[in-house]
T-cell receptor, first 115, second 114 residues
Framework: SAVISQKPSRDICQRGTSLTIQCQVDSQVTMMFWYRQQPGQSLTLIAT?????????ESGFVIDKFPISRPNLTFSTLTVSNMSPEDSSIYLC????????????FGPGTRLTVT | QKEVEQNSGPLSVPEGAIASLNCTYS??????FFWYRQYSGKSPELIMFIYSNGDKEDGRFTAQLNKASQYVSLLIRDSQPSDSATYLC??????????????FGTGTKLQVIP
């Protein structure tokens, strides 16, 4: 499976500010995914990022709040904009495996606390 | 109805016993089914996936799939304290924009008692 890194690993931010999270993969991948995992909850898909096109957002998530970039096949960023304490969460990026079974592999995550 | 349902647990089993984790899903069009293990403070780790009815074995782990009943299970034989974690069931389905996506259950917390 691909090796995935995320920056930063954690951050504490003030409400009203924005944070950009980076996701780097050691091999080229078509699809990258961004998830949120709130405390004690499971993973919720925010959006799918396909290189060369606009990200596709799931219900309840909008581009103005979570803008995503996908400049090439190994890198993506997720910005959490105008943050509030409700945005405190772990943000994870993932990529699909090389097979045809839609399995995904996750980065280490970014733990965000908004005060 | 939730798309992927799991009992949140905790499920406590003694060391050496078989742990049985269960999951049901709602989308009959789903083709692939996954089990992830997540240790506290860590990201999910894929441990098994299955796409055909029946059993799939990998070491101490066996995944079982029954598409007619929309039921997936994970058996862990000879459970070890290091197996103590939250186990997430996940299922593929069609997402927004026509891409395949993976939907996760809320997870079952497993505790293996030494």
């Amino acid at each position: 499976s691909a090796v995935i890194s995320q920056k930063p690993s954690r951050d504490i931010c003030q409400r009203g500010t924005s944070l950009t999270i980076q996701c780097q993969v050691d091999s080229q991948v078509t699809m990258m995914f961004w998830y949120r995992q709130q405390p004690g909850q499971s993973l919720t898909l925010i959006a799918t990022a396909n290189q060369g096109s606009e990200a596709t957002y799931e219900s309840g998530f909008v581009i103005d709040k979570f803008p995503i970039s996908r400049p090439n096949l190994t890198f993506s960023t997720l910005t959490v904009s105008n943050m509030s304490p409700e945005d405190s969460s772990i943000y994870l990026c993932s990529v699909e495996g090389r097979g045809q079974d839609y399995e995904q592999y996750f980065g280490p995550g970014t733990r965000l606390t908004v005060t | 109805q939730k798309e992927v349902e799991q009992n949140s647990g905790p499920l406590s089993v003694p060391e050496g016993a078989i742990a049985s984790l269960n999951c049901t899903y709602s989308d009959r069009g789903s083709q692939s089914f996954f089990w992830y293990r997540q240790y506290s403070g860590k990201s999910p780790e894929l441990i098994m996936f299955i796409y055909s009815n029946g059993d799939k074995e990998d070491g101490r782990f066996t995944a079982q799939l029954n598409k007619a009943s929309q039921y997936v299970s994970l058996l862990i034989r000879d459970s070890q304290p290091s197996d103590s974690a939250t186990y997430l069931c996940a299922v593929n389905s069609l997402g927004s924009g026509g891409y395949q996506k993976v939907t996760f259950g809320t997870g079952t917390k497993l505790q293996v008692i030494p």
